[in-house]
């Protein structure tokens, strides 16, 4: 049990969490790569000057007619092109017919006067081609082109006449992400045992003049692809890079050109109703033509977006790593702000490594950890704590008031460590109940209301103790143990113990009224009051223990209660207690006395005004002048109402003579 309560056991949802990142379902590579597309158009759209695309809209069809357009319409569309600008002609217009109106020739002859490039598609169907596709040349380095990439069983071309006449032709497929979403595409296809390029790689292949292109492979799949005189685009394994889908074209309509294209590359593509469906981005809805464009702008434009191969690797072990030192944080009470800021660390650091390298790595699922890790870490702080607070609430529940078991709950850990037991500057008051014969023969064979009646006196004093934040160690018969500074700190405890003590004998005083109302004789009480170090916390046998305190200072405390009734006051306190309490409370020092069982004089004191004639009394007194002491004696007793019945007991044991060892010690003899 002790183990499966260690916030440690979140390293068993780590595993899970790892297990479940390894496998990678549906579910996780979907929110990831909405987490892509948020990181990939967070920049913002930008318009390019290097790529623009001319729509074949309703504008457009309607001043020219019904479609298809003849042939020799697209061929003057193409002429219009160039005359305005046009760096390079891409027509996204797939043709593997021939033209019904007989035109073909008419775009054969444009085409071998200026450069177009043209798509083709690839399939999976089993086709055989009357003639064969057109294929730039490729270069495959590393590795072999028959199983290299996305495989295809056979390419569909364009009509012959097309097919030798255009300055390119590549491949439009595309390849949607598990949601359906096209954030990659390939920039080249396997389509039987042999390379093909996008059209947009074929398109830079025909601007750059290269006869040919070049594939990287590595054991992993493919690793880039090349232009020799235009640069390396690094891929995916299966000759994939990511949309820059923040990158947008110049748009125009076929039918209202501008004067000037700039010497963009210019994208012909259908976007009149019922003409071809958009596919989804992520940022929106987008015609095929316009991710030709963006993936165009986006190599020329040297924007490489890219998710490397290490950076699952770096996920797990950023998870890791985080997961653990959150888990060891999770000890601290506010632990959970480091966790938070672990999670967005993970958060802005996916941001700034896609805004200064373009790398892809998701900061979603490591967050997700961290969070999940975290909560059952807590989840598992919150049982302990909850536990030790239960345990010390039954512990301290019948010690002190309410408040302070809520407070030792609050530190769980600081309070078992004071149940373990530690020495301690405590203040012990000591009380007895006087009366208690008088009071019971009251009662006669009654003992249930005798009983009652004395729960009824130990609450009366049990409410100043817990008011004033005391800890009642224990009930002895009709005695009363609390302590002041323990088992919460009490600065002030010498004068907290000595005001508990004194509201102790005014709520008795209270409790009488109600008895005598009752018809039963009242009674009294006597505390004794002493500071000093004291071992206090759970005392006993391994199967029976309480919370219980040790040492002379209790002792000494029961020893100074017991003197109450010699001196003839209600509260007797000690010399420490007295020192600490004088700039609070009128102090009045009693006598020096070696209460029983001890032989070395202790200065005892009561709470009651002091003068110049009582301190003349004392020091007769104490020199052994006792003749003198009775004359001052004398005289107190009729000036001095609040200790009249400690100068009469003085008094009575000045008449009995002093002893002949007398040494200003008086040697008690009894309790």
Not at 11 to 24: E, F, Q, S
Not at 145 to 167: H, Q
Not at 184 to 202: K, T, Y
Not at 500 to 514: D, P, R
Request: charged residues 20%.
């Amino acid at each position: 049990m002790k183990k499966l309560l260690s916030p440690w056991m979140a390293l068993v949802t780590l595993v899970l969490l790892v297990i479940i990142r390894m496998a990678d379902p549906s579910f996780v590579e979907s929110v990831r790569l909405r987490y892509f597309d948020q990181l990939i158009t967070s920049k913002g759209a930008t318009t390019s000057e290097q790529v623009a695309v001319v729509n074949i809209d309703d504008a457009y069809i309607r001043q020219k007619g019904q479609f298809p357009f003849p042939r020799g319409q697209y061929a003057q569309l193409v002429a219009d092109l160039y005359s305005h600008g046009a760096g390079l002609v891409v027509l996204n217009i797939y043709m593997p017919e021939s033209d019904r109106f007989g035109q073909d020739a008419q775009l054969e002859k444009l085409m071998k006067q200026a450069p177009v490039i043209l798509p083709q598609t690839a399939t999976n169907d089993n086709i055989k081609n009357k003639y064969p596709p057109f294929t730039p040349g490729v270069s495959v380095i590393g590795g072999s082109a028959e199983t290299t990439g996305i495989r295809y069983n056979a390419i569909e071309p364009n009509i012959k006449l097309f097919n030798d006449s255009a300055a390119g032709i590549g491949v439009v497929n595309t390849l949607p992400e598990i949601d359906g979403v096209t954030r990659r595409v390939p920039m080249v296809v396997n389509a039987g045992g042999q390379l093909f390029p996008s059209i947009s790689l074929e398109t830079l292949r025909v601007i750059s003049g290269d006869p040919s292109f070049q594939v990287k492979v590595t054991d992993g799949g493919i690793e880039a692809v090349r232009i020799p005189k235009f640069g390396k685009i690094t891929t995916d394994e299966i000759g994939r890079i990511w949309i820059d889908s923040n990158k947008q074209p110049a748009v125009y309509s076929a039918s209202n050109l501008p004067k000037d294209f700039g010497g963009r590359i210019v994208i012909v593509g259908l976007t009149a109703k019922g003409l071809t469906n958009p596919v989804a981005t992520a940022s929106g809805s987008s015609y095929p033509h316009y991710i030709q464009a963006a993936v165009l702008d986006t190599v020329t434009s040297g924007s490489v977006i890219s998710r490397p191969e290490w950076s699952l690797l770096a996920e797990l072990v950023f998870m890791i790593v985080t997961v653990i030192l959150s888990i060891y944080l999770t000890r601290f009470t506010h632990g959970y702000i480091f966790a938070i800021g672990l999670s967005a660390l993970a958060y802005f650091g996916g941001f700034q490594l896609f805004t200064g390298y373009g790398y892809l790595l998701d900061a979603v699922f490591p967050i997700l950890t961290i969070i999940l890790c975290s909560f059952h870490g807590y989840i598992v702080k919150f049982l302990v704590e909850l536990r030790a607070k239960l345990q010390i609430k039954k512990q301290f529940g019948g010690y002190v008031s309410p408040i302070i078991v809520n407070q030792l709950a609050e530190d769980p850990e600081g309070a078992a460590e004071r149940l373990k037991g530690e020495k301690r500057d405590l203040s012990i008051v000591m009380t007895d109940l006087r009366g208690f014969t008088t009071l019971g023969e009251s009662f006669g064979a009654d003992v249930q209301g005798l009983t009652a009646v004395m729960n009824r006196y130990m609450d009366a004093l049990s409410k100043p103790v817990l008011k004033n934040g005391g800890c009642i160690i224990k009930f002895i018969g009709d005695a009363s143990l609390h302590v002041h500074n323990a088992p919460v700190d009490d600065e002030d405890h010498p004068v907290t113990a000595v005001r508990t003590a004194l509201e102790m004998i005014q709520a008795i005083e209270e409790f009488n009224k109600v008895l005598q109302a009752e018809g039963r004789p009242p009674v009294g009480m006597g505390a004794g009051v002493n500071t000093g170090p004291t071992l206090i916390g759970n005392i006993g046998a391994n199967d029976r223990y309480g919370y219980d305190v040790l040492g002379d200072s209790v002792s000494t405390a029961a020893r100074l209660e017991g003197q109450t009734k010699g001196y003839g006051v209600l509260l007797v306190i000690g010399p420490d207690t007295a020192e600490r309490v004088k700039h609070v409370y009128n102090v009045t020092q009693l006598d020096c006395i070696a209460v029983k069982g001890k032989t070395i004089g202790l200065h005892i004191y009561a709470i009651a005004k002091s003068n110049h004639m009582h301190e003349e009394f004392l020091s007769d007194y104490y020199k052994g002048d006792w003749e003198n002491a009775k004359k001052h004696c004398k005289t107190l007793i009729t000036k001095d109402s609040e200790l009249k019945h400690y100068y009469e007991l003085m008094l009575e044991r000045l008449n009995k003579g002093k002893p002949s060892d007398w040494d200003g010690v008086y040697h008690a003899t009894s309790k």
